[in-house]
Structure formats: structure tokens, C-alpha cells
């Protein structure tokens, strides 16, 4: 079993930066991606940054393009999400996710453990 705990989310202002942190325990993968989804009131959960097992494959959203970075401390489990120039329509609820499969995929059918989210609000 493995256990996703997400930390940094919080309210901002339009314009600001934030940090997203996941930690993963437990049994994990020899080789595993980590990824970002978010989900925001009435819509559907959508992909947002991914990151490979070295940490040099990594797929973001069109949406979140040149404001986002994923990374990862391989060695701590730990997958960052560094979100500048924040919108409003970033608001939603981030969820740190993993799945066995080497490539960051977007499909989020494809990610065996999720975390229990943490709550971003940027208002205008």
C-alpha cells in the first residue's frame, strides 16, 4: 500500500506563486511516475503535470504551460508542483497521484494511488 500526502495549498491572490509538496510511503514502485491532477467545482478531474522516474520525462497541461514545474526528490519520494502567475481558474482541489507505468501520463485511470487533495484558491 502506498500512502500521498499533499501540503502547501492555501488562498492567493491572482498573480501569486504557490508550492505543492507530495510525499509518498509505503511500498512503492521500483520505477514510478508522479503526477498532478486537479478538480474543480462541477468539472471533471484533469491532468496537470507529470514527471517520470529520472525526473527528465515530464508532461504538463496547455493550460498550465510556462507558469507550472513539476519535480521530484527520487531519493524522498517527494513530487513538487511550483505554480507561478496563478489564476483564478486555477482554483480547484490538487491531488497528488502514482502509478507503476515509467511515462507521465495524462489518463488518470492509469494512477494506482491518490492523495487526499489539498485546496487552491486564487481569487482576482
Known amino acids: 500500500q502506498v500512502q500521498l500526502v499533499e501540503s502547501g495549498g492555501g488562498l492567493v491572490q491572482a498573480g501569486a506563486s504557490l508550492r505543492l509538496s507530495c510525499a509518498a510511503s509505503g511500498r512503492t514502485f521500483c520505477t514510478y511516475t508522479m503526477a498532478w491532477f486537479r478538480q474543480a467545482p462541477g468539472k471533471e478531474r484533469e491532468f496537470v503535470a507529470g514527471?517520470?522516474?529520472?525526473?527528465?520525462?515530464?508532461n504538463y497541461a496547455d493550460s498550465v504551460k510556462g507558469r507550472f514545474t513539476i519535480s521530484r526528490e527520487s531519493a524522498k519520494n517527494i513530487v513538487y508542483l511550483q505554480m507561478n502567475s496563478l489564476k483564478p481558474e486555477d482554483t480547484a482541489i490538487y491531488y497528488c497521484?502514482?502509478?507503476?507505468?515509467?511515462?507521465?501520463?495524462?489518463?488518470?485511470?492509469?494512477?494506482?494511488?491518490w492523495g487526499q487533495g489539498t485546496q487552491v484558491t486564487v481569487s482576482s
Open positions: 514527471i517520470g522516474w529520472s525526473g527528465g520525462n515530464t
Open positions: 497521484a502514482i502509478t507503476g507505468i515509467s511515462r507521465p501520463t495524462p489518463i488518470n485511470d492509469q494512477y494506482d494511488y
